[in-house]
C-alpha cells in the first residue's frame, strides 16, 4: 500500500503527513474493516466479491485476496449445484418433500423479487398460496 503509489502531502503543520487516496468509498469501507479486523461481512453477491477482490488486488492484500477467491469459487460452486438440481427435480416423476421445499423456496425468492420491482402504487397479485 506505501510502495510510492500514493505522494504523502504536508499538512500546514510539516510533521502532520496526509494520505489521499482516491478509491471508490464503498468498497473501501469493506478494506478497511479488513485492515482493522482480518475479517470481511459480505452478502452471497458474486459482484461484490468480485468488486472487492479487485480492490484487494490493487491493495495488494494476498490474505483477503486468497479468501474473497476461495468464497467466490464457493458462490459458483452453489449456483451451478442450483442450476443443475432445479431442473432434474421438476423434470422427475417422483418429487420428494425436500425437492418440494427447495421449489417451493426458489418460487417464494423469485417472487420476492418481482415485489421489489413492481411500483407502489401498484398491486402485486398471485394465485399461488404458500
Known amino acids: 500500500m506505501f510502495s510510492g503509489r500514493y505522494e504523502f502531502?504536508?499538512?500546514d503543520n510539516e510533521t502532520q503527513k496526509a494520505i489521499f487516496i482516491d478509491r471508490?468509498?464503498?468498497r473501501f469501507r469493506h478494506i478497511l474493516n479488513y485492515l482493522r479486523t482480518g475479517t470481511v461481512h459480505l452478502d452471497s453477491n458474486p459482484v461484490k466479491y468480485q468488486e472487492l477482490l479487485e480492490e484487494a488486488q490493487y491493495f495488494q492484500l494476498c490474505g483477503l485476496e486468497n479468501e474473497l477467491e476461495e468464497r467466490l469459487a464457493m458462490l459458483e460452486a452453489k449456483q451451478s449445484s442450483r442450476e443443475h438440481t432445479l431442473p432434474t427435480l421438476?423434470?422427475?416423476n417422483n418429487i420428494s418433500t425436500e425437492a418440494m421445499d427447495t421449489i417451493a423456496n426458489t418460487v417464494a425468492a423469485v417472487m420476492v423479487q418481482l415485489?421489489?420491482?413492481v411500483p407502489e402504487d401498484k398491486t402485486f397479485r398471485t394465485d399461488i398460496d404458500f
Do not use: L, P, T, Y
Request: hydrophobic residues 25%.
Open 90 to 92: 421438476i423434470n422427475s
Open 24 to 26: 471508490d468509498g464503498e
Open 115 to 117: 415485489q421489489k420491482i
Open 9 to 11: 502531502r504536508g499538512a
